[in-house]
């Protein structure tokens, strides 16, 4: 006998995550039996540092962590990010600014529940992040996208912002590097963006920077470090790509003081503070010896290389470089209206779903970031197991008609 109930409209409107999904449908493939290779998640396959676990470790011992942790984070974590934005990112910040939540992704969701109401309306950076339109929506917000090129490493311009921004538009975000494309946006180009964000003094900027340490362009650069724009600009950045620690959940923001506590109220009623094992990990990730971030970054860039180079030997597909993150995002719209043994492809879903079923690769589609014509493909995995993914890819788009 079935409940006669209902959900609510705003669960019954979101849309699943399409990594989350085609990792979970490749996890079953594998339970099956089948021998799936994984270029569908965003997470790198190198283990947590030596140092930052054993600083877990340390902390368990010490017994003083096992109580509830303070909403917005322990304070020497809180400092120690104020510090190292200050010094490595030319952001100007203190630990009351700061808000510790449990990834980035939550720190999005509390920034955006935080300043959004009904119909204000969000300019997304496209090809963004799965989550971001998600969340903007969740919270009553209407995302507005202005679509990068191919041509410019999918990013879009100063002059694009410019056109899309309406007296409802309350703020935007843009990542760098970027997730899905590995877009870096160069000093010049922020700087355009806020010269146009300087006619609009009301506009927030949420600038996603959780690849700052995988960049293969030479300096980062913040938004929040360009004269005029630390007041208005929320920085999200965390532990989970560059110290290789997504399960130990820690992210943060560094925010103008009232959308810091804006948040940290949120937070409190939501999920109170963030692990507290995990926060003292981070403390020593943040002020520890960076030389296992940076062999992880030069790792992936020798992939980069790999990738690209077995890429540009299956015809039909168009490439570019990515300058940041470990993800390549391929223009495949010329295998569109082909078959493969009768079945036709007629968009990137399709594709994505054929490679998983007959390359047994687990891609995902670029549909889920804004952009039809692509798919994501993350280089985060064993150069044997990025040869072998990449044949076997090629084996199966060599024979569509």
């Given at each position: 006998m079935s409940a006669n109930y209902s959900l609510s409209a705003r669960i019954e409107s979101m849309e699943e995550s399409a990594t989350l999904a085609m990792a979970k449908k490749a996890r079953e493939l594998k339970a099956e039996g089948k021998d799936i290779i994984s270029l569908s998640l965003g997470e790198p396959d190198f283990q947590t540092p030596d140092h930052i676990r054993q600083a877990a470790k340390d902390a368990i011992d010490s017994g003083?962590?096992?109580?509830?942790?303070?909403?917005?984070?322990?304070?020497?974590?809180?400092?120690?990010?104020?510090?190292?934005?200050?010094?490595?990112?030319?952001?100007?910040?203190?630990?009351?600014?700061?808000?510790?939540?449990?990834?980035?992704?939550?720190?999005?969701?509390?920034?955006?529940?935080?300043?959004?109401?009904?119909?204000?309306?969000?300019?997304?950076?496209s090809p963004y992040w799965v989550s971001y339109a998600e969340i903007i929506k969740l919270a009553e917000g209407t995302p507005v996208y202005i679509k990068g090129k191919l041509e410019n490493d999918f990013k879009a311009t100063a002059e694009d912002l410019a056109a899309a921004?309406?007296?409802?538009?309350?703020?935007?975000?843009?990542?760098?590097?970027?997730?899905?494309?590995?877009?870096?946006?160069?000093?010049?180009?922020?700087?355009?963006?806020?010269?146009?964000?300087?006619?609009?003094?009301?506009?927030?900027?949420?600038?996603?920077?959780?690849?700052?340490?995988i960049n293969f362009s030479g300096k980062h650069y913040s938004m929040a470090a360009i004269e005029g724009m630390?007041?208005?600009?929320?920085?999200?950045?965390?532990?989970?790509?560059?110290?290789?620690?997504?399960?130990?959940?820690v992210g943060y923001i560094s925010a103008p003081v009232r959308i810091a506590k804006a948040c940290e109220k949120m937070q409190g009623q939501f999920t109170s503070g963030v692990n507290g094992i995990a926060q003292q990990a981070s403390i020593t990730a943040i002020k520890g010896d960076k030389k296992a971030s940076e062999e992880m970054a030069a790792a992936y860039k020798s992939r980069r290389k790999l990738v690209l180079d077995l890429l540009n030997q299956?015809?039909?597909?168009?490439?570019?470089?990515?300058?940041?993150?470990?993800?390549?995002?391929?223009?495949?719209?010329?295998?569109?209206?082909?078959?493969?043994?009768?079945?036709?492809?007629?968009?990137?879903?399709?594709?994505?779903?054929?490679?998983?079923?007959?390359?047994?690769?687990?891609?995902?589609?670029?549909?889920?970031?804004?952009?039809?014509?692509?798919?994501?493909?993350?280089?985060?995995?064993?150069?044997?197991?990025?040869?072998?993914?990449?044949?076997?890819i090629k084996e199966v788009l060599d024979q569509l008609k």
């Amino acid at each position: 006998m079935s409940a006669n109930y209902s959900l609510s409209a705003r669960i019954e409107s979101m849309e699943e995550s399409a990594t989350l999904a085609m990792a979970k449908k490749a996890r079953e493939l594998k339970a099956e039996g089948k021998d799936i290779i994984s270029l569908s998640l965003g997470e790198p396959d190198f283990q947590t540092p030596d140092h930052i676990r054993q600083a877990a470790k340390d902390a368990i011992d010490s017994g003083k962590y096992f109580s509830y942790p303070p909403v917005a984070g322990y304070n020497e974590l809180r400092e120690a990010i104020a510090t190292k934005l200050k010094e490595e990112n030319g952001i100007p910040s203190s630990p009351e600014q700061i808000v510790v939540s449990a990834g980035a992704k939550h720190s999005i969701a509390n920034v955006f529940f935080s300043i959004l109401n009904p119909g204000d309306e969000v300019v997304v950076f496209s090809p963004y992040w799965v989550s971001y339109a998600e969340i903007i929506k969740l919270a009553e917000g209407t995302p507005v996208y202005i679509k990068g090129k191919l041509e410019n490493d999918f990013k879009a311009t100063a002059e694009d912002l410019a056109a899309a921004i309406t007296p409802k538009t309350k703020a935007i975000i843009y990542s760098s590097p970027s997730n899905p494309t590995g877009g870096v946006f160069t000093l010049e180009e922020l700087e355009s963006i806020a010269a146009v964000l300087k006619n609009h003094p009301d506009i927030l900027v949420v600038a996603d920077e959780i690849y700052e340490l995988i960049n293969f362009s030479g300096k980062h650069y913040s938004m929040a470090a360009i004269e005029g724009m630390a007041d208005r600009t929320i920085t999200v950045n965390g532990f989970s790509k560059g110290f290789a620690m997504t399960g130990w959940r820690v992210g943060y923001i560094s925010a103008p003081v009232r959308i810091a506590k804006a948040c940290e109220k949120m937070q409190g009623q939501f999920t109170s503070g963030v692990n507290g094992i995990a926060q003292q990990a981070s403390i020593t990730a943040i002020k520890g010896d960076k030389k296992a971030s940076e062999e992880m970054a030069a790792a992936y860039k020798s992939r980069r290389k790999l990738v690209l180079d077995l890429l540009n030997q299956i015809e039909g597909i168009k490439t570019y470089e990515p300058k940041g993150a470990f993800y390549i995002f391929p223009d495949v719209s010329s295998f569109f209206g082909k078959a493969f043994k009768g079945k036709t492809i007629s968009n990137a879903n399709d594709l994505s779903l054929l490679l998983l079923e007959e390359a047994q690769v687990s891609v995902v589609t670029g549909a889920a970031f804004g952009d039809e014509d692509c798919i994501r493909i993350s280089f985060a995995a064993s150069d044997e197991q990025l040869k072998i993914a990449l044949g076997r890819i090629k084996e199966v788009l060599d024979q569509l008609k």
